[in-house]
């Protein structure tokens, strides 16, 4: 084997998974690892460690060999669905609750698991495999009970096929439990019999959506099959009716006046809610930046109907065609929203920064504005960039010609945010960028247009500033002493940082597989920007974090290097930034000694709920889009994509197509130009005829054969290169 640069895990497991009676001694390891004098130390190190893993066993007479009995790991079963992985039958993985790797399951060693399910899965490691593999041995908790699918008719029964073809299977209706459906439907179907529990899987329509044609009805169905509701209760609707038209004296008392103030939001194009408002001034010392946010709290009580819905949704969700906002409209769209001239109650955070873009001070208190133009990112840019060339701005905003005076403020914020950023990438912010499209849709909900958005300065701006305002008011939560709810980003695990450093090993690149803190990754993503695996490994590094979530106890937020993080700046569209205003009025110390720990248990539950929210709106809102895009991309069989390998699998690949932000699976049948197989060695795929190799982050030309708009799949092929 060829010498390489450092000891990697993969490399010992290829080694005993290809010797004779597989098993082999230190010596023969050494050799075929190429490894002599002092990094012999070093491998008997790596032995252990794999030994104390579960990856490797020790037998008799000093002999290293691979487990003969697989592991039993619990997590959560995310299905390929069927058509894919290069078999009817379809693959999956299970995501591992330690964060461990990823483990491959074939769509036969699935068993009665559906996708999103929690499973216990017995796991080996194939010689020559690209990763662990398993086998389903249980589902621990299925996750959901109501699906969404296509009814059909077959003679006297009838059969749901669910939306979704990461769900495998189909259900068995009875006539008197169809509800009325007609063959094709899409409809709404609750699970009465499970697989495993009797030969039929069961199920009854609980509501006919109708033929899946009709406009809109992706959206409809996507928001019932995650359980997210289109409309507001009428108690939610009548509270709202209630609240005041105007703001009065009584409202405005103990407030700092800022109405005269020059303030301004910045949002998207075709945003609705408008939560934010920002003011900046040069001062003698620096700079004084004022973030202020619409005051919800004001409106929403704690306990009441309004509130009770809003902890229920946890956040707004933002589907391709439509937004299910957390809050009703005579919020979302009116009193909390900062709009352009109009008298609005807000909680602000002042920021004294200095000429190093370091924060001094910072103080927060109750106000009230009057926002003096309400900007686009693209308004606010263009005002930018005439700014910095001493000209003056020629495009409108949405509110009428910007000003000389608002020119002048975001020439001096966008100076400020640079300061800012520049700080904080210094400390270890992660500089992530991965592709971003937008779906253009007309009236009818049918996509029109696909667009990549662009990363304007604007857009960084209002990011600093809401970063810079979270991390202030998470330092006075925590300085108050009392249970607080934190923003929080775990380093990843162990194991997903080797199998990273592997597959970095593999692109020509170093990424030490124990690194710590931010540093390596950072290092690793601006050595391959802007080059042919550049996107690749942003993606890699992606998957190799774990996700954000809401927390009692404060843990940091890795991606940001921040120490100490909360969410406080979107109280219309998320919860927990709700709870944060409401915290920030609380006394420093609990009356009781008793109320403390009944606080906990509240936010922890918040925590929790806000999170797993959170986490089904990103499913959704990600699905919504692939859909649009899915329907897109029906006129347009027989083009050819630009595409990047970003999984091998003996039965195929996954490609990614940058133009379209959507991945897809291409089974070996439908790489046509030549007949490969899987080279376990190099882990990719040879052309036996040609000798071509694909592997990871290679470019492929593939064009578009067929488009399942109702199942949202692709069919590419990829013929000569």
Same mark, same amino acid.
């Given at each position: 084997?060829?010498?390489? /640069? ?56 000093? /002999? ?40 491959? +399951? ?34 621990? &908790? ?48 609750? +699970? ?105 709290? @004001?409106?929403? !009580? ?57 924060? +001094? ?10 926002? /003096? ?9 263009? !005002? ?124 020509? @690149? ?98 929790? &709920? ?25 006129? @347009? ?24 932000? +959507?991945?897809?699976?291409?089974? !070996? ?53």
């Amino acid at each position: 084997m060829k010498r390489s /640069r450092s000891l990697r895990s993969q490399d010992v497991v290829d080694v005993l998974g290809q010797v004779r009676g597989r098993s082999a001694t230190f010596a023969t390891i050494a050799r075929r690892l190429g490894v002599s004098g002092r990094r012999r130390s070093a491998l008997r190190e790596l032995l252990a460690v794999l030994e104390q893993e579960g990856k490797i066993v020790r037998k008799e007479r000093g /002999r290293y060999a691979l487990p003969d009995i697989p592991r039993v790991v619990s997590g959560t079963y995310r299905g390929r669905g069927k058509g894919q992985g290069g078999s009817r039958g379809g693959y999956g993985f299970v995501t591992r609750e330690n964060g461990g790797r990823d483990i491959y +399951v074939a769509q036969a060693d699935a068993g009665a698991a559906l996708d999103g399910d929690t499973v216990t899965v017995s796991v080996r490691w194939p010689p020559g495999a690209p990763g662990p593999a398993g086998e389903v041995v249980a589902v621990e &908790r299925r996750a959901r009970d109501v699906i969404v699918g296509t009814y059909r008719r077959y003679g006297r029964h009838g059969l749901v096929e669910p939306k979704d073809r990461r769900m495998a299977v189909r259900f068995a209706v009875s006539d008197a439990e169809s509800g009325g459906a007609s063959d094709g439907d899409l409809v709404v179907a609750r +699970v009465v019999r499970w697989p495993g529990e009797g030969v039929a899987l069961e199920a009854q329509v609980t509501e006919v959506l109708g033929p899946p044609e009709q406009p809109g009805m992706d959206g409809v169905a996507i928001a019932r099959s995650f359980g997210l509701p289109l409309e507001f209760p009428a108690d939610v609707l009548e509270e709202a009716a209630t609240l005041p038209d105007a703001i009065t004296d009584d409202d405005l008392a103990g407030r700092h006046d800022l109405r005269a103030a020059l303030t301004y939001t910045i949002d998207p194009e075709r945003a609705q809610d408008f939560d934010d408002a920002i003011s900046v001034q040069q001062t003698e010392r620096g700079y004084r930046v004022g973030v202020h946010i619409a005051d919800v709290s @004001h409106y929403v !009580v704690e306990g009441s109907a309004i509130d009770g819905e809003a902890f229920d949704r946890g956040t707004s969700v933002y589907l391709a065609d439509r937004t299910l906002h957390m809050l009703p409209p005579r919020l979302s769209a009116d009193l909390a929203s900062l709009k352009s001239g109009t008298d609005r109650l807000t909680r602000s955070v002042e920021l004294e920064i200095d000429d190093s873009g370091r924060v +001094v001070k910072h103080r927060y208190f109750r106000s009230a504005i009057r926002s /003096r133009a309400r900007l686009t990112y693209e308004e606010a840019q263009d !005002v930018i960039d005439r700014a910095s060339k001493g000209g003056r701005s020629r495009r409108a905003g949405s509110t009428g010609p910007a000003t000389e005076e608002i020119a002048e403020s975001l020439r001096v914020a966008d100076a400020v945010a640079r300061l800012l950023r520049s700080r904080r990438f210094a400390r270890g912010s992660l500089d992530l960028e991965l592709p971003e499209v937008e779906v253009d849709v007309n009236e009818a909900g049918r996509p029109r247009a696909v667009r990549n958005v662009a990363r304007l300065s604007s857009h960084r701006l209002i990011e600093e500033f809401m970063i810079a305002a979270n991390e202030a008011v998470a330092k006075r939560l925590r300085a108050k002493g009392l249970p607080t709810l934190y923003r929080i980003h775990e380093p990843p695990s162990r194991e997903k940082l080797e199998a990273l450093s592997e597959v970095a090993g593999r692109l020509g @690149h170093r990424l030490p597989a124990r690194a710590a803190g931010t540093k390596p990754f950072q290092q690793l993503l601006d050595r391959t920007r802007g080059t042919a695996e550049g996107v690749l490994v942003a993606i890699l590094v992606l998957r190799t974090m774990k996700r954000a979530r809401y927390a009692v106890d404060n843990a940091g937020h890795f991606a940001l290097a921040s120490r100490c993080y909360t969410h406080f700046t979107s109280p219309i569209r998320r919860y927990p930034d709700l709870v944060v205003h409401r915290l920030l009025g609380r006394r420093r110390r609990p009356r009781r000694e008793r109320d403390a720990p009944r606080l906990r248990r509240q936010l922890e539950r918040i925590a929790l &709920r806000s999170t797993q929210q959170e986490w089904l709106a990103e499913e959704a809102e990600r699905l919504s889009v692939r859909a649009k895009i899915i329907q897109y991309l029906a006129g @347009h069989l027989g083009e050819e994509f630009s595409a990047i390998i970003t999984r091998i699998f003996p039965s195929g690949v996954l490609a990614y197509i940058e133009d379209f932000d +959507v991945e897809s699976f291409v089974p !070996v049948e439908n790489l046509e130009d030549d007949y490969y197989r899987y080279d376990s060695r190099s882990q990719t795929l040879l052309g036996r005829r040609h000798g071509r190799r694909l592997a990871l982050g290679g470019r492929v030309t593939l064009s578009l054969a067929r488009v399942d708009v109702q199942g949202d799949e692709l069919d590419l092929v990829m013929g000569p290169q």
